[in-house]
């Protein structure tokens, strides 16, 4: 069966059908349906190309708007030790927006497990990277140190210390696991990148000092890789590891001139000149009543990015040590805090609250650690 259409200048006009045996063509005016419906289909696909492509159109604009949208602002989870000026230049943004994008009031207290926005960085971890190693297990054996196995696996004291609860890091026993971060899942094999540890047995009027002199390691390091927890009491045939990545800082020239400190413990104040201009000028802490911060010149004579201590169980950040007091170092450190990361003297700047040390507030101690060096003085007044 065939169907005619009759076209007019104005109109169109379906025709009864008739039998296909008897379809003839009658001139231009009559075409076949068959005809129109295809001139319909190809109107309707040429249609929808165009919407398709205007939709692609708007996905592509929406596509290349979105990575500039998401890369306004991250998320960062504060961790033990950081600090705001820390976490600012490690996404490469000011200190100041941070605290606007957070509503901070007191750039000092920020807190473990606090989320900030951090403004105008794109989220840690966004980039593709390979699938996160797996952890590994260590067996301690006698005489070993967290310290000396952390070494070993090329990872930090704290974080041995957190991935096993491990409050006190001086007290490990033979035959505990510990489970290694899976960034140091593997112990280094290469001799030329890590440096094989030595041993040494002390002998009859051997001082710590003196062994720490020998190998171009400080004290506290060797105290540290020993679990030694006073560096005045060690015994002959004592068997010491000496840590191979440990030397001990070589004096630095300070830049642009010579750099000075100076405590007021009667006006709890710290100051830090260069030559003669003031560069800071802060409230810091000295020691409590019985546990006095001593006074006098000293000089910095070691630097670390965090210490423990191990008599009051607590990590002290960006330390300075100046003197000995008995068999305990003392020095200058950031706002100390205990293993589970709760801050200790969060509100007490400008008091006397410490254990002889002097305390500065979290981002005065990292601006005084990044430039302080071996050697520059530390003078001490009432």
């Given amino acids: 069966m065939v169907y005619y259409v009759e076209s007019t200048a104005h109109q169109a006009v379906f025709m009864t059908p008739v039998p296909s045996s008897s379809f003839s063509y009658e001139g231009p005016n ?55 000026s820390g976490i600012a230049q490690r996404y490469g943004v000011s200190q100041q927006a941070i605290i606007d994008a957070n ?17 105008g960085a794109a989220e840690e971890g966004a980039a593709s990277s390979p699938a996160a190693p797996v952890s590994a297990e260590h067996v301690v054996s006698a005489g070993e140190t967290l310290a000396a196995i952390a070494t070993r696996y090329g990872v930090s004291v704290q ?28 112990p280094a094999a290469s001799a030329s990148t890590a440096p094989l540890t030595s041993e040494y047995v002390v002998k009859s009027g051997d ?9 171009g ?29 440990a030397a001990a800082p070589a004096a630095q020239t300070a830049p642009q001139g010579n750099l000075q400190m100076t405590v007021s413990i009667g006006q709890q104040r710290c100051k830090v000149y260069r030559d003669e201009q003031l560069l800071y000028n802060w409230p810091c802490s000295t020691g409590r009543a019985g546990s006095g911060t001593k006074t006098g010149t000293f000089y910095v004579q070691s630097k670390y990015r965090e210490a423990w201590g191990s008599r009051w169980g607590f990590y002290m950040p960006y330390w300075l040590g100046i003197y000995w007091a008995g068999g305990s170092e003392n020095g200058i450190h950031g706002l100390p805090y205990e293993p589970g990361g709760y801050p200790i003297w969060g509100n007490s700047l400008g008091t006397p609250v410490t254990f002889g040390c002097v305390l ?19 003078v001490i007044t009432y």
Wanted: glycine share 8%.
């Fill in 217 to 245: 390691v400080t004290v506290m390091a060797l105290a540290a890789a020993n679990g030694i927890d006073n560096p005045s009491q060690i015994r002959s045939g004592q068997r010491l590891l000496i840590p191979a990545n």
């Fill in 207 to 215: 001082s710590l000092a003196q062994i720490a002199s020998e190998y």
């Fill in 360 to 378: 500065l507030g979290a981002n005065e101690s990292a601006t005084l650690w990044e430039m302080a060096y071996i050697g520059m003085p530390v």
């Fill in 103 to 119: 509503g901070i009031g007191n750039a000092s207290l920020i807190y473990v497990g606090q989320r900030l926005a951090i403004p």
């Fill in 159 to 186: 974080t041995l210390a957190e991935a096993n609860a491990i409050t006190d890091p001086s007290r490990i026993v033979a035959g505990q696991r510990l489970t290694i971060p899976a960034a140091g899942a593997a």
């Fill in 30 to 84: 009559r075409v076949s349906l068959g005809v129109l419906n295809k001139s319909l289909e190809v109107c309707m696909m040429s249609n929808m190309r165009r919407l398709i492509l205007a939709l692609v159109f708007a996905v592509l604009l929406i596509a290349a708007a979105s990575p500039i949208a998401l890369a306004q602002s991250a998320t960062h989870t504060v961790k033990a030790g950081e600090t705001l």
